[in-house]
């Protein structure tokens, strides 16, 4: 079972609509979980971040942790065009003598016109 | 807010031929630089964290006398892929973390993407 999964889609939905991706994680021991963006032929960015339990807004993003089933979502409010890209959840693996982020294989997302 | 650059953008070498890919961060100083590998529609797979000014902690399964990680500077690391081979060709990408920071803040490179013949 790989640690953090993903649906690699690819997801495709009309301008305007609210986008739903999700991920799964099997670590209890994951402590922050992130959303980063990587467009074609380019290093991921990071959008949003989470450590606890609960929703955090920016903007037209909102991500979701529950750490109870192991779950993350990122919710995209009134999509567009320049949203198309791919979306990889992550989870911070942090231990005192390091820390290490594992990605998710990514979510391909369509915004069509 | 933090840039981080890497170069070559693209490179094409011949099997057997050594390169190399330089990270920078561009205006701010990072104490550790990550070097990731990503395969088409895969996740990116920790190769080695590089800490300024001593040796690369290295993933399992990671050939370090293959990907040969130097980081001299706070602001420069460099991967060296030796002796390449056709199955090294990949996508390679580079973070930097802030000084001080957890790694969730990390800032990526644009990426190198390497072929090899």
């Known amino acids: 079972q790989k640690e953090v999964e993903q649906d690699p889609g690819p997801l495709s939905v009309p301008e305007g609509a609210i986008v739903s991706l999700n991920c799964t994680y099997s670590?209890?021991?994951?402590?922050?979980f992130m959303w980063y963006r990587q467009y074609s032929r380019k290093g991921p960015e990071l959008l949003m971040y989470?450590?606890?339990?609960g929703n955090k807004e920016d903007g037209r993003f909102t991500a979701q942790v529950d750490k109870s089933s192991k779950y993350i979502s990122l919710f995209i409010r009134d999509s567009q065009p320049s949203d198309s890209a791919t979306y990889l959840c992550?989870?911070?693996?942090?231990?005192?003598?390091?820390?290490?982020?594992?990605f998710g294989p990514g979510t391909s997302l369509s915004v069509i016109p | 807010g933090a840039v981080v650059s890497q170069h070559p953008s693209r490179v094409i070498c011949k099997s057997g031929t050594s390169v190399k890919i330089e990270c920078r961060s561009l205006?701010?100083?990072?104490?550790?630089m990550f070097w990731y590998r990503q395969f088409p529609k895969k996740s990116l797979m920790l190769m080695a964290t590089?800490?300024?000014?001593?040796?690369?902690?290295?993933e399992q399964g990671v050939e370090k006398d293959k990907f040969l990680i130097n980081h001299a500077s706070l602001t420069l690391s460099t991967l060296t892929v030796t002796s390449a081979h056709p199955e090294d060709s990949s996508f390679y990408i580079c973070?930097?973390?802030?000084?001080?920071?957890?790694?969730?803040?990390?800032?990526f490179g644009p990426g190198t993407r390497l072929t090899v013949t």
């Open positions: 973070s930097a973390r802030l000084a001080g920071g957890f790694s969730h803040e990390q800032y």
């Open positions: 670590n209890s021991a994951f402590q922050y």
């Open positions: 989470t450590y606890s339990s």
């Open positions: 590089s800490n300024e000014g001593s040796k690369a902690t290295y």
């Open positions: 205006d701010f100083q990072a104490t550790t």
């Open positions: 992550a989870a911070l693996l942090y231990k005192t003598s390091y820390d290490k982020v594992i």
